[in-house]
T-cell receptor
């Protein structure tokens, strides 16, 4: 069990640029979640995948955001035309499938995005 | 909708003294509740979980929490604080979504441990 891996750890970009983050979940986990955490706040749910299917998207996920999990393994989160308000920590989590739906989620260390 | 309220944004204790971090929840059905800890610039680590079994839940690093339905509370305690416990702690409630569970976090409690 190597844990949830996120890449990059830090990303600094200019406003208006596109960015993409990657998340590799724990290998046997088929549920994958994305959260966003702004300074001084708790994480907020963005979206959820069961295998390759994106089953829920938060209203926080504007049209500039898109997430994919093409083969049901790793996932990417892309932000187009970044804005100052996108500066945050983006966290990925995974949990096993096939059992109770309230199984704990295992988090990666996050990608910290800073918009100049 | 499910929600949690963490009653203290900051708690400061001396090393070796008890820790109490308070959390109240709101849920339209029997909730699943968790406590997570976050050290600076790191992800979240699960401390313990309540899923309608025993109301007193023991977690890692000597932490435990008691689910009290009558008070809608899920406070986190530890008998003796250690310097390494200094971190941010989040109380979390789940809501079901399409077969998975969406976590709703409290605003966090920053724990400071002094010598």
């Amino acid at each position: 069990d190597t844990g949830v891996s996120q890449d990059p750890r830090h990303k600094i970009t200019k406003r208006g640029q596109n960015v993409t983050f990657r998340c590799d979940p724990i290998s046997e986990h088929n549920r994958l979640y994305w959260y966003r955490q702004t300074l001084g706040q708790g994480p907020e749910f963005l979206t959820y995948f069961q295998n390759e299917a994106q089953l829920e998207k938060s209203r926080l996920l504007s049209d500039r955001f898109s997430a994919e999990r093409p083969k049901g393994s790793f996932s990417t989160l892309e932000i187009q035309r970044t804005e100052q308000g996108d500066s945050a920590m983006y966290l990925c989590a995974s949990s096993p499938g096939g059992g109770p739906s309230n199984q704990p989620q295992h988090f990666g260390d996050g990608t910290r995005l800073s918009i100049l | 909708a499910q929600s949690v309220t963490q009653l203290d944004s900051h708690v400061s204790v001396s090393e070796g003294t008890p820790v109490l971090l308070r959390c109240n929840y709101s849920s339209s059905y029997s909730p699943s509740l968790f406590w997570y800890v976050q050290h600076p610039n790191k992800g979240l680590q699960l401390l313990l979980k309540y899923t309608s079994a025993a109301t007193l839940v023991k977690g890692i690093n000597g932490f435990e929490a008691e689910f009290k339905k009558s008070e809608t509370s899920f406070h986190l305690t530890k008998p003796s604080a250690h310097m390494s416990d200094a971190a941010e702690y989040f109380c979390v409630v789940t809501s079901l979504t399409g077969g998975g569970n969406k976590l709703t976090f409290g605003t966090g409690t920053q724990l400071k441990v002094e010598l």
